[in-house]
């Protein structure tokens, strides 16, 4: 009889908490006991697992005694204070935020693209940032047959990103303007609705946003290429959830469109959209909901002889955040890799 | 006593046709008369002219007799039809289609950029296409100092580019989605509302659509740099009016970020717009209704030793489309290159 396993979700109130349950649940991910962790303001809700109605706890010291694997999305602060305690209790830890991404010894997983690194974890592994995933999905497949030499990249992201309340606000402030009145910004600097902007994370002497930086330092590390060009702009469009993205890639040879068709038709993750006919390309309206990214438009770069345009949408809830983390919990259970640091051999 | 001149509205009530109106108005162009050509279908209607009512006349054979200058912008079609008719009868035509952009006996003018263009025109001059002019504006300063050697362009444009419906159908289908409801599509081939898709214009064999075909075109024509090498992305967002885009440029030699900020601040057209303690930069909403084109996020591009990133919002109906048309106008008197193609030796 397969195991099972002892399971604790941290910030299970979230949008991708939420995202994660139903994942679990939808993928049958072997559970023998569910415990649901969120801050003092979200406990005593009660959310619905496999028709089950589960207790939110508070997280305390004693959250993660007799608990195997965590998942944890709850902020990097959150991650800070308790994923060590979950370690030394002898769980292993999943972590959705920003908080060990670019730390040496926690690897960061996108399992289609480099599910080894999961082997070398000492307890605690990272899911990348949502604008990364989807991005290392797409040009992975295509970086292995010929090494990318440069990446220019424009995101167009979603309310979603920045959570269920930011979801809201973007409907308030449509529903306001569209009635004539002022909109309301609380979560975001400035209004979204009918507008965008560029990303509002803190800003790096250089004038390099954090999202920016995520993508730029997150994929060197994911495709083990440290020195990887790579340039973006990150900006909110008043989509509610999907974030797209348009990708210029420079190789150093040509790669010829077909190939890099057929390359990108049968990987892992990704669902080829293109109708050139139609002119129907991947949109975040059909990309929400979906495990797959979607990618299309690929193109042969008219201004660069060894250069190639796509152009994706993806669900950054899940794919972006909760599937991710969930796949690699099976790439985990599958390997036998969920041993908890405790066992490891210092 | 200066001259003043017989002017014609081709378009008269799209919504480039009343912002031409406001334009001459609010910058008292010499007008000794003024006629509103517009289809059937408009004709019959009334348009205010500093305080006066004005009739939308059906354009005819007649229409441009006694008329010194047309501003066409009711489309490609309309204007292939009617363009010379009008320079036979002795005006001159500012045309803000896309018929005769590409025509090399055509001068195609931004008056911040190539100024003197205008004055090789033949009867008529063409004004470029929107997302040019803005790109034009911010990137001619930094080129004539130093020859960009490449361009990687991903826009952000809105409904109004596709005309006054499309803005009415945006609102249509967000207060659709707001309701629970599905939204409906007529102007675009898919909802706008909370989604994004890449720009339906037509696409060539190589992938490209239109739109991004004229960004290549029209920008080495009004650069005078037939080989610049270009590429761009165009992208339809649900923001009502003014477009933005993601500019990397690539120069043979670094550019230094304090040069190009300077270089901007004093360009014309533009108002620099950074506030990087606030996170604070151009956005469409504060675009909409300006004469300038707002440019910000100067940035050093990582991942290039001689790349600068820049971002940009702009109100595509104002400097986009009418605006840049009323200078062309204005650039024509003040320069006395008004002269109709009849008295041009041939």
Same mark, same amino acid.
């Given at each position: ?36 962790? *969120?801050? =003092? ?99 992975? =497949? ?11 990249? *424009? ?30 910004? +609380?979560?975001?600097?400035? =209004?979204? *609705? ?23 330092? +997150? ?40 190939? *890099? ?86």
């Amino acid at each position: 009889m397969p195991r099972s396993y002892r399971v604790a979700i941290l910030g299970a109130t979230g949008a991708v908490g939420t995202e994660l349950l139903d994942l679990l649940a939808s993928r049958n991910f072997p559970i023998a006991d569910l415990k649901l962790l *969120a801050s =003092p303001r979200s406990a005593g809700c009660q959310l619905s697992f496999q028709g089950e109605c589960l207790p939110v706890e508070v997280v305390t010291e004693q959250s993660f005694d007799q608990v195997d694997l965590v998942l944890a999305s709850a902020g990097a602060s959150t991650s800070r204070l308790w994923a060590a305690k979950a370690v030394a209790a002898g769980a292993v830890v999943i972590d959705n935020s920003s908080a060990f991404r670019l730390n040496p010894e926690v690897p960061l997983v996108v399992p289609e693209v480099n599910p080894q690194a999961a082997a070398t974890h000492e307890g605690i592994i990272a899911n990348p940032n949502c604008t990364t995933i989807l991005l290392s999905l797409a040009v992975w =497949p295509l970086h292995r047959v010929q090494p990318i030499q440069r990446l220019v990249v *424009a995101t167009y992201q979603s309310a979603s990103g920045a959570g269920a309340r930011a979801m809201e606000e973007l409907k308030n402030q449509a529903q306001a303007i569209l009635q004539g009145e002022a909109p309301q910004s +609380e979560i975001f600097p400035y =209004p979204l *609705a009918f507008n965008l902007f560029p990303h509002n994370s803190q800003l790096n002497d250089q004038g390099y946003c954090e999202e920016e930086l995520k993508m730029v330092n +997150e994929t060197r590390k994911i495709f083990a290429t440290p020195n990887l060009r790579v340039t973006a702009t990150c900006v909110r469009v008043p989509v509610l959830r999907a974030h797209s993205e348009a990708i210029n890639l420079e190789f150093s040879q040509p790669f010829a469109v077909e190939k *890099a068709r057929s390359i990108l038709s049968q990987a892992p993750g990704i669902k080829l959209v293109e109708d050139w006919q139609a002119n129907y390309f991947p949109m975040p309206m059909e990309a929400s909901g979906q495990d797959a990214v979607l990618v299309g438009r690929i193109r042969q770069d008219i201004s660069h002889a060894c250069g190639l345009e796509l152009w994706l949408s993806g669900d950054q809830i899940r794919k972006g955040a909760a599937l991710n983390a969930v796949q690699i919990a099976e790439l985990l259970v599958t390997q036998s890799w969920l041993r908890p640091a405790v066992t490891l051999a210092r």
